[in-house]
């Protein structure tokens, strides 16, 4: 089955303590990307790749970091969250001229 | 200004309603236009997918695309119970970054049975 795999798709932590979320996708997908969903605000890009080794910054990457060593995998790295990382985190993929494809969400608590 | 700008609801309707969402934007560059899904706590799933100006129709869902107007809704006929979630409107197109998409923040629709 077509799918992107995120992981953990709950994580509660402190402030300062580092974290990574895992996203993968099967489709062979050149384009990824990172989400954050709040309420009243939508969905906000934080980071997207448009293939292996070439990432760029969305709307949002403060205190966010990407890496993209694989086609398929695409992790997001919190090196010291903050309560304001607080949120809803969605990765997809797609390849030119095709719509996204959505992971199904990890809602992350920094308290 | 806002790239793309929806209304957020919330929208109630009893089942078997005609349901119109709706989006306007702001950038003619735009190329595709896409209506997503999003029932609680899971990811947005692609309803319509759509090119060019138009109507296409999908079962009971019709998208509706007038690039003239910078407008695009969409249509759900015969309204379901399960037809409850929050309904995205999303827009791409080719910037000197590559192909980028663009999202409303979504209208909230319950259909009460």
């Known amino acids: 089955e077509a799918q992107v795999t995120q992981n953990p798709r709950y994580l509660i932590t402190v402030t300062g303590k580092k974290l990574t979320v895992t996203c993968s996708q099967n489709?062979?997908?050149?384009?990824m990307s990172w989400y954050r969903q709040d309420p009243g605000l939508g969905l906000r890009q934080i980071y997207y790749s448009m293939n292996v080794e070439v990432t760029d910054k969305g709307d949002v990457p403060e205190g966010y970091k990407v890496s993209r060593k694989e086609k398929r995998n695409f992790p997001l790295i919190l090196e010291s969250p903050s309560p304001n990382q607080t949120s809803l985190y969605f990765c997809?993929?797609?390849?030119?001229?095709?719509?996204?494809?959505f992971g199904n969400g990890t809602r992350l608590t920094v308290t | 200004q806002k790239e793309v700008e929806q209304d957020p609801g919330p929208l109630s309707v009893p089942e078997g309603a005609i349901v119109s969402l709706n989006c306007t934007y702001s950038?003619?560059?735009?190329?595709?236009f896409m209506w997503y899904r999003q029932y609680s706590r899971k990811g947005p799933e692609l309803l319509m997918y759509t090119y060019s100006s138009g109507n296409k129709e999908d079962g009971r869902f019709t998208a509706q695309v007038d690039k003239s107007s910078k407008y695009i809704s969409l249509f759900i006929r015969d309204s379901q119970p399960s037809d409850s979630a929050t309904y995205l409107c999303a827009m791409s197109g080719f910037t000197n970054t590559g192909n980028q998409f663009y999202f409303g923040t979504g209208t909230s629709l319950t259909v009460i049975p």
């Open positions: 950038n003619s560059a735009f190329q595709y």
């Open positions: 997809a993929s797609t390849d030119p001229g095709s719509p996204l494809h």
């Open positions: 489709m062979n997908h050149e384009y």
